[in-house]
């Protein structure tokens, strides 16, 4: 007999003598009781019970003789066992059982066991308070030890899917083939455990789980009397002596919680008190006061307080944990955080990604901020580009200013000096246009850069292709009987300029109106650096502007190229020509150069391409000339341009 169980006959005995000695709580009612003992034998236990409701001599079920001791209800046992095993007999005669030690979920079945009650709560908020109370003091680490029982395996299921659900890891599990025995006396009760289980002594656990029933189960029956026990007890509500609310609910469960104030954890053979508080039935955490926890080393002579070990070190700052294959999930290895991300705590599960605006440090358990990347106008390449942007405008309104001061003259006559005005104040936009490409993007520069390129571009091509038509049909003119010279003069040059440039503006609306560029962020590309850009908004709108660039600077070269070996006083179609090869050149290089740039060094190599392009086209066509304007006047008449190549 364990004596923890004794106390509860007693407790018996004192309850039925109150009650009997008190005429206000049953007047006229006098209540006894017997008591057996299940010696936990289940064919036992249904003999007992059968005997306890047919009292007679001799064994004879469902014959009742006598009314003196009538059974009305039956309180027993502790173990889920044994009042399984009343329950099956005492349902069949409706006689009410009350249950004041653990019970399986099963028993929940209303239908099953109608007249079973139970004055303890559900098993599973004890199952949730010690989750609960295993997550306060970060205890991931646990053995489970457990009867080798149904009850037992039904723990196992339960708590060892909790644990999973919470990232607690179970260091093993124990089932012991005799039942364990509890006591109050700390040291007794560890020599016991130590005892049974060796691998307590072995296992490096935060904490031991330990699920059991009594040795010796002892329940009590035959309550005696006359009162209506069932519809009592289905109704019953009331205060007892320490003022706790006694209540069962619909399926005959006591309607309370818990209160855990007293765990008691042995690693590495410390020995720890605490007083928590109490953990809801309806569906509230466990409250743990912090400032009732108390830390007793009366068993100093066990150690320390337990260390947070667990089957692994913890992972330090920058690391995450890796799982172990064929190993339980608590079991990992610390790995260096991939690229782009970060762990700033000890023992984080995973590695978390920076936010885009930031960037991992060289630990990798910290974000920076990441720095802007723009072509900004203190920047080398910017100073450089606006540099180069202003001389050659400088340069292109001084070969305008030659040409229109020496208008009059043969050689400006000689390459019209309406398309050479257009052409040159169009290069002289395209080089200013560079200077919308730096500086932080913002809406309006991003609206009009690219489309701003792509019409002025598309002007100064125009007027080179107008040129070198205007040269071949004046060729052509020059032959005896040609039709051709209707079609000579500035009305069919400015028709291709116009007509060209419209179809370039066309594109360019289009764009604007379905899919404009505007300013973006692009936080992946570099680590560092988070890149402040235009994005185009259509790519096939962009491509489509470039493009038709292109099909108009391939025509110019051809027509210019079939153009070349026409007489001396037409020969401008050599040097447009050399232009519209330099200027294709810059743009096929730029393409592939743009698309393996990133940043500010894309942006440099659009603002390069578009000064080289135009500076070839400004010095091949003008410079030879602006040489014999400036450089020697006497070879600027009519009758040398005949003789003489320019």
Known sequence: MVTKFYQHILALVFAIDEINENPWILPNVTLGFHIYDSYTDSRKTYRTTLDLLFKSRQ???????GIQENVIGVIGGLSSDTSSCMADILSLYKIPQI???????????????HSFYRMVPSEALQYRGIVQLLLHFKWKWVGLYVIDNEGGEQFLQTMETMLLQNGICSAFIERAQTHLRFSDNIEEMFTYIKGIFPTFMLSNANAILIYGESGTITWL?????????????????????????????????????????????????????VKVGRLDPLGKDLT??????????????????????????????????????????????????????VSNEKDEETCVSCPEDQYPNKGQDQCIPKIPNFLAFDDTLAILSTFFALLLSLITVLVLGIFIKHRDTAIVKANNRSLTYILLISLLFCFLCTLMFIGKPNEVTCLLRQTAFGIIFCVSISSILAKTVSVVLAFMATKPGSRMRKWIGKQLAFSIILSCSHIQVGICALWLATSPPFPDLDSHTMLDQIVLLCNEGSVTMFCCVLSY?????????????????????????????????????????????????????MVAVEIFSILTSSAGLLSCIFFPKCYIIVVRPELNNKGHLIRKKI
């Open 59 to 65: 064994f004879f079920p469902n014959y009742k003789c």
């Open 99 to 113: 249950s004041y030690g653990s019970f399986e979920p099963a028993m929940n079945d209303p239908n099953k066991f």
């Open 221 to 273: 029956g035959g309550i005696i009397g006359g009162i209506k026990l069932h519809s009592f007890l289905q109704r019953i509500s009331f205060n007892n002596s320490v003022g706790d609310a006694i209540t069962l609910d619909e399926h005959g469960e006591l309607a309370s919680g818990f209160d855990i104030t007293n765990l008691v954890t042995f690693q590495n053979k410390s020995y720890i008190r």
């Open 288 to 341: 743990i006061d912090n400032d009732r926890i108390e830390w007793h080393r009366d068993l100093t002579q066990f150690g320390q307080v337990p260390p947070l070990s667990v089957c692994n070190d913890k992972c330090r700052h920058g690391y995450g944990k890796k799982r172990e294959e064929g190993k339980k999930f608590c079991c990992y290895t610390c790995t260096p955080c991939p690229d782009r991300m």
């Open 549 to 601: 660039m292109g099909f108009l600077a391939i025509v110019s070269f051809t027509v210019a190229f079939l153009a070349r070996k026409l007489p001396d006083s037409f020969n401008e179609a050599k040097f447009i020509t050399f232009s519209m090869l330099v200027f294709c050149s810059v743009w096929l290089s730029f393409i592939p150069t743009y698309l393996s740039t990133r940043g500010k060094y």
